[in-house]
């Protein structure tokens, strides 16, 4: 179908819950990706931070593949080899001793929260309060949407679930004045990443897991965005010298199919009994065959050293730029391959701009411009990257 064609249709018969750009992506080979015109891009957006090897990673596709013709769906009333295996292995390389898994990042949360409550409603203890933090974004189903401190994802979706409070991030003392005998957890996002890249300070943090245990109050970590090693760790919590109760992942874990994931401890686990949560796909053989593929992948091949590594890199450059271009940019702020550069206005166009010249990339927070590469980038493909920026950059700059 020609391209015009195609975007008509996705106009007329997609709900339009997306800006999109109008560009129809074909095809994609490691940081590369193909359009319809058969433009070539520079994918500095990972799909939002999902594919972590890249496009088209022939270990993850040769998993898919022979699992495709091995076993489809079989749902959880039995057990898969891969699901089994692949909980296994995130136990083996987090903190957590079991895992429940669902298909997407909001749904890993909607657990979390289910098993705060159900955890202490076992213990006879009313605790059913959830402490979040302004600014961040956990989702869009109600619970996740319920716990995301910016009100315009929730706005004309009220009521919202109650018992939530918000804090300030990265102000202990907000934390402790909302904290009562009915706090259940404490959800918190490692780098708030949807609200303009804003890492958490390392002593708040640590003052937050001491203040959380000494209260026999529950940490939940999102790590949806930051997990599978887009920090220069595999978990961004390594950073911090600080492990959760409950963990959220999701994004880069199926590599490209969808697949979400609860990581608790032993303890937490005992908050859920079987009939109390379920997923019908959580776990198929195919994602969690796929999800192997990639963790064994980045593990076997050094994928994370090359993520630290190449977000010096990148940071540097971005700084060089700030330097460059203090009418646009005022500082760059993130940890490893997540890198966001605040500009003294709307991203959006200059977004667009990055994109006419073979660049993608993304923004948050309306004024963020922001980067989420493919851990294999090179420094080659960063060089390029920042080429194509300044020339987005001119544009923007004189018309
Ligand atoms: C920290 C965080 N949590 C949860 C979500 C929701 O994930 P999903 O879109 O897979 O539901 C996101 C998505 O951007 C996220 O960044």
Wanted: glycine share 10%.
């Amino acid at each position: 179908m020609q391209t015009f064609r195609i975007i008509q249709n996705g106009e007329d018969y997609l709900l339009p819950v997306y800006n999109r750009q109008k560009i129809v992506l074909m095809r994609g080979d490691g940081t590369y990706i193909y359009d319809s015109e058969r433009t070539v891009y520079l994918d500095f957006f990972s799909g939002i931070a999902v594919n972590g090897l890249g496009q088209a990673c022939p270990e993850v596709v040769s998993a898919i593949t022979e699992m495709v013709h091995k076993l489809g769906h079989v749902s959880n009333y039995y057990y898969n080899e891969p699901n089994v295996r692949l909980a296994k292995l995130l136990c083996d390389i987090s903190f957590a001793q079991k895992v429940f898994f669902c298909n997407s990042g909001a749904e890993a949360v909607e657990a979390s929260l289910k098993i705060a409550r159900k955890y202490f409603h076992r213990l006879g203890q009313d605790r059913d309060e959830i402490i979040s933090f302004h600014n961040s974004f956990h989702g869009r189903t109600y619970g996740a949407l319920s716990v995301t401190g910016q009100p315009k994802y929730q706005e004309g979706f009220g009521p919202m679930l109650p018992g939530i409070k918000f804090a300030t991030y990265n102000d202990i003392n907000s934390v402790t004045e909302l904290i009562n005998d009915k706090t259940a957890a404490v959800l918190i996002e490692t780098i708030q990443c949807e609200g303009g890249i804003h890492p958490a300070d390392p002593r708040f943090l640590k003052e937050l897991r001491d203040i959380t245990r000494e209260n026999g109050i529950l940490l939940i970590l999102d790590e949806v965005q930051t997990g599978l090693g887009r920090t220069g760790k595999m978990w961004a919590y390594e950073h911090y010298e600080i492990e959760p109760d409950i963990m959220t992942s999701a994004k880069a874990l199926g590599a490209g199919l969808p697949m979400g994931a609860m990581l608790v401890t032993n303890q937490v686990a005992q908050g859920f009994k079987p009939g109390d949560h379920a997923s019908t796909f959580g776990g198929n053989p195919i994602v969690s065959a796929g999800a192997i593929a990639n963790i064994e992948t980045i593990i076997l091949k050094d994928i994370i050293p090359n993520a630290a590594k190449q977000g010096d890199y990148l940071r540097q450059s971005l700084e060089q730029l700030v330097k460059d271009f203090p009418q646009l940019f005022t500082e760059v702020r993130g940890m490893g391959l997540v890198q966001g550069v605040q500009m003294t206005r709307d991203a959006s166009p200059l977004v667009l701009k990055c994109a006419r010249e073979g660049l993608l990339v993304g923004s948050a927070h309306e004024t963020v411009l922001r980067f989420l590469p493919p851990l294999i980038v090179s420094s080659e493909e960063i060089d390029l990257a920042m080429e194509k920026l300044r020339k987005a950059i001119a544009a923007e700059l004189h018309g």
